[in-house]
């Protein structure tokens, strides 16, 4: 599968629950992580990737998403005429990325139900599912080796990452075996959000999947699971287990990866970022110094 014809899908239906009031009418994809709304960074992983075509899955209070991707021809001229130029990069920037497509999920009934929304747009492709509360720093590239590894082995790639025993229960959980590539593990078995006693391993599914465009036909009769609702892992699960398939394997994440879900890894993942940053890193690192010393 040559890479230029993998397509992304970018769930983004979710309710935003944890951010209430700030997702009460703008999106939790759209929450700023420094200066770009979370999405933005995800959509340019993927144009990193060598991906150009991003489905966006969206749902109720989601118009924000595509207006931040559009074209906005009054800012543009108004930054024209000021003559500032930075500012115009940087807002043309959002809408040249990609060609971004939308689909409505209608019912939000899980991550699976999302997926299989993108069915008609996908086709017979591969492609990539990136969820957005998952940032991964773009020092340390992902995408790559997992589009590299679902050519090789004509099967569907997640994205591993050792976790915590006490967050375990947040994640899908895979059990696993080592291939002869570094790295990278065959998966055995695959739990949703398991209790920490009942996970297989520490090894949890951040929001990264390279899969074939047969997990559709999984996809289409996989029932509610954990939470009653359509999940990926489930779907997954059953072609890990499927003899006759190619299996499910895993790529083993070791860079940085910020978790923006839940508010106090939010916080941490804008002060990470920025600190990173030449125009912000400097003068925020002497300011946490002092600060850190008042606590
Ligand atoms: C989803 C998946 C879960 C995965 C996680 C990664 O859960 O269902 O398997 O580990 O994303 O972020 P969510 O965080 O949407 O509840």
Do not use: C
């Not at 047969?214 to 287990?241: M, R, S």
């Amino acid at each position: 599968m040559s890479q230029s014809r993998m397509k992304a899908v970018i769930p983004a239906a979710g309710l935003g629950t944890r951010f209430l009031p700030a997702t009460k009418a703008m999106p939790k994809e759209m929450l700023p992580v420094v200066d770009k709304p979370a999405i933005q960074y995800v959509v340019e992983e993927a144009v990193n990737a060598g991906i150009d075509d991003v489905l966006v899955i969206i749902g109720r209070n989601k118009n924000a998403i595509s207006d931040h991707f559009d074209a906005v021809p009054e800012l543009e001229s108004k930054l024209v005429e000021k003559g500032d130029d930075k500012k115009l990069q940087q807002v043309l920037a959002s809408s040249d990325l990609a060609d971004i497509h939308f689909v409505r999920q209608g019912e939000p009934k899980g991550l699976g139900h999302a997926v299989l929304r993108a069915k008609a747009h996908v086709g017979e492709s591969s492609f990539a599912v990136m969820l957005g509360d998952d940032l991964i720093d773009e020092r340390d590239p992902l995408l790559p080796q997992m589009i590299e590894q679902h050519a090789k082995r004509g099967a569907a790639v997640v994205a591993l990452m050792e976790v915590p025993r006490e967050h375990i229960h947040l994640y899908g959980v895979a059990a696993v075996e080592e291939t002869d590539d570094e790295g990278v593990v065959r998966i055995t078995g695959m739990v949703e959000k398991p209790s920490a006693e009942d996970a297989p391993s520490n090894l949890a599914v951040i929001g990264r999947y390279v899969l074939g465009p047969d997990i559709f036909d999984v996809l289409e009769h996989t029932e509610p699971g954990k939470g009653g609702e359509i999940q990926l892992t489930d779907a997954l699960q059953e072609q890990a287990a499927d003899p006759n398939g190619n299996g499910v394997f895993g790529v083993v994440f070791r860079g940085r990866r910020y978790d923006t879900g839940a508010k106090i890894d939010y916080i941490q993942a804008i002060v990470q970022l920025a600190v990173a940053r030449p125009d912000l890193g400097p003068e925020l690192r002497d300011w946490l110094k002092d600060f850190a010393e008042t606590l």
